[in-house]
């Protein structure tokens, strides 16, 4: 047989990458990217995250700097969250017109005009609880007692969140944002925040629904950045059972009913089958949310050698891709966009 010689093989196998290439079913671009982003007040900051290598608080001027580089790298798409040490029982930060992520949102219309900004809108990160919503303490009385006690009982007052929730959101949209997203999978959020909306002349202001959002465990390191753990309990009794795919399609139906334009599932890895579901069902756009415990799990075992973080990586988010996402919220959303270019 003829000798091959190096240089002829690696042409080979250039030629074979090039072949795949062309018959590849999912491909991942930095048009599908969502890159969140934690603000904080203050200037020139650029606090880590512990559990979250690589991403960072920022204050508004090094967004700035740090969107200039997002879209040179040609992510298009942010998403903004607040970060404040000043919260109270009811989370009024989260609705002034002059608060953090307000001006954030504002400062980078101004800049980066041909940027999509999304925001959150949820009370967890600006309540001292650190709950979604407007919690309340009811009494109820052990009837199977003989001698009755009274047993403390917390809850989520639904009506009065999705009111200030609506406030929020007006804020957000006054501030020039193009999408909103409401995170607290508070009933009938959706269709409170597109009235409000509607009625204030913001009709071309998107919503960006967290609609099929888990009670996971893979939200602990956002915790961290937000500072948002629960200081009571859990969020078990608002957000959804791991177990369940008929009750997120059902969720899913009612946020589309209720006006949303994008329905998010809520986390992406360990519910690909969710996502497959919805897409199947539904003709609208999906977003699926890489999460930071998702990140920041690669990141450890890329640390210690049990993973190529560039090839896991870029498996997990075309998985998420393949399952039938549009578009993918992720903090590798800028290295993504490198590694594929």
């Known amino acids: 047989m003829p000798r091959i010689f190096p240089s002829l093989r690696l042409k080979r196998l250039r030629k074979l990458e090039s072949i795949r290439a062309l018959v590849r079913e999912t491909k991942l671009s930095a048009d599908n990217f969502i890159m969140p ?34 879209y040179k790298s040609g992510i298009k798409a942010v998403l903004l969250f607040g970060v404040t040490g000043k919260k109270d029982e009811k989370g009024t930060g989260a609705s002034k017109g002059n608060g953090v992520l307000q001006r954030a949102i504002r400062q980078t219309r101004s800049i980066f005009p041909y940027v999509s900004i ?9 309540t001292r609880h650190g709950h979604c919503g407007i919690v ?4 109820i009385k052990n009837q199977k007692s003989k001698i009755q006690t009274k ?50 002349s913001f009709g071309n202001v998107g919503i960006l629904s967290y609609s099929a959002k888990y009670c996971s465990s893979f939200y602990g390191p956002f915790r961290d950045a937000l500072d948002s753990s629960p200081g009571f309990g859990d969020r078990s009794s608002y957000q959804m059972d791991i177990s369940n795919i008929n009750e997120a399609l059902r969720e899913v139906e009612a946020d589309i009913k ?29 977003a699926a949310y890489n999460v930071s415990g ?48």
């Open 37 to 70: 982003y934690f603000i904080t007040d203050g200037k020139d900051k650029k606090e880590p995250i512990p559990s979250m290598p690589g991403v960072f608080r920022l204050s508004i001027d090094n967004l700035m700097k740090e969107i200039d580089q997002l």
């Open 118 to 126: 999304f925001s959150d809108v949820c009370l967890c990160g600006y």
């Open 136 to 139: 309340k303490k009811s009494k």
């Open 151 to 200: 047993i403390q009982n917390f809850y989520i007052d639904n009506d009065e969140t999705i009111k200030i929730l609506s406030k929020i959101a007006l804020s957000h949209a006054e501030a020039g944002v193009d999408f909103v997203a409401p995170s607290g999978m508070v009933d009938g959020q959706v269709l409170s925040i597109r009235k409000a909306l509607d009625e204030n």
């Open 258 to 286: 209720e006006g949303a334009d994008i329905v998010m599932v809520k986390p992406a890895l360990s519910f690909l089958d969710v996502i497959r579901a919805v897409r199947d069902n539904f003709n609208i756009p999906i």
């Open 294 to 341: 998702e990140y920041s799990m690669v990141k450890a075992a890329a640390r210690e050698g049990l993973c190529d973080e560039r090839k896991t990586a870029l498996e997990i988010l075309v998985s998420m891709k393949r399952a039938g996402a549009d578009m993918i919220i992720t903090y590798f959303a800028k290295e993504a966009a490198k590694w594929i270019a």
